[in-house]
């Protein structure tokens, strides 16, 4: 194929620190549009990338002949109205997680776009950490053996600053259980497999966040039970004190199988503990080089520090799927798997009883 031409909608925080970087190191793929609602935000982007196409409006560049491809990094509440317009034109669509507002309209799209016959993916960025694909592939191997308990924990301390959009729930739709849970949902899924039902609960401490209202959750934590019989415990806040922020606060997954038990953590990204059943305890072992990088993806493992620049596999695994016209991964339809498990997490509290997830989970 022809070089990809990819509209970037959004020019803020993660577009700029990881899908254009990320695009940079795609073979044949050019920027070939901006768009940004905010026309600071939009002049910034193209002062930097030297793209001179560029709209505050999404409906002028999703259309455009001179588009193949968009990456919709926008507030929540616009993924689902971006995503439907550039599957109306045809376009292939990277979205940012959580993938909508709602499972409904989460799976809205994932079937609209399977039937455009687009390529789509959602931007669950963390499966390209090269610890988390070996520990995909233990698993899978069966080094484990049946698993009996998933735990993840995510702990930032991000105090009580004013996080825009986030912080509003018609915006966000949810605070920690879409911003960081969602990711961790999806390692459940990629690991374990599909929920049965859960319990859960959501805390806000902080109902004034830099002077500004906050309705969205601080903190979420899950019980659940899996298809295959196994356990779940899943705890994510922004309020753990001391924790630090991003790859350097804590992101950790525990696997507890009947043959051994493996740690996994986004920090120590190149090596997963793992102890036998009976054994002495855990051990580290480290993650094999064939590992570093996503398959085919020309990044340099060695260039940069490997906790930012793992990310820009998502941008190579997105280019390369249209080229190949092969499915991505993850696509839209383990963003609404995700968004099932998040509305039974809001059911859940809002009962203040177990929910079942049903068929789509
Ligand atoms: N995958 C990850 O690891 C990861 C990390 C950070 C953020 N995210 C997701 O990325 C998305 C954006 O987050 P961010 O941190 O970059 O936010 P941000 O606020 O820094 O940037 C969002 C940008 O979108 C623009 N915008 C708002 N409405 C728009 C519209 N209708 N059309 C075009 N532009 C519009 C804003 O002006 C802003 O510049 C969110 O969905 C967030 O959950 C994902």
Known sequence: MKTVRVALIGCGGITLQNHLPGLALCPETRVSALCD?????????????????????????????????????????????????????????????????????????????????????????YRFVPAMRYLAAVVARGDLGEIRHFRCCRLQDWGTRNLGWRQVRRLAGSGELGDMLSHRIDFAHLLVGPLRRLVADLKTFTPVRGGAPNDTDDWVAVLAEFVRGATGVLESSKLASGRNESWRSLDSVELNGERASAVYCT???????????????????????????????????????????????????????????????????????????????????????????????
């Open 267 to 361: 920090a120590r990204w190149n090596e997963l503990q793992i102890g036998r059943a009976g054994g002495p305890g855990l051990e580290t072992v480290s993650v094999p080089r064939e590992y570093w990088v996503w398959p085919g993806s020309p990044r340099d493992p060695g260039a940069g520090d490997p906790l930012v620049t793992f990310r820009y596999d998502q941008a190579f695994e997105f280019v390369d799927a249209i080229r190949q016209q092969r499915p991505c991964v993850p696509d839209f339809h383990a963003g609404a798997r995700v968004q099932t498990v998040m509305d039974a997490v809001v059911a859940s509290v809002a009962r203040r009883s177990w929910v079942d997830l049903g068929d789509y989970a």
């Open 37 to 125: 609602a905010d026309p600071a935000a939009l002049e910034r982007a193209r002062q930097q990338t030297g793209v001179a196409v560029a709209s505050t409006r999404f409906e002028d560049i999703v259309p455009r002949e001179d588009v193949d491809a968009v990456i919709i990094a926008t507030p929540n509440h616009t993924h689902a109205p971006i995503a439907r317009a550039a599957i109306a034109a045809g376009k292939h669509v990277l979205c940012e997680k959580p993938l909508a507002l709602d499972a409904a309209e989460a799976r809205e799209l994932a079937a609209a776009a399977d039937r455009a016959g687009v390529r789509h993916m959602t931007a669950f960025t």
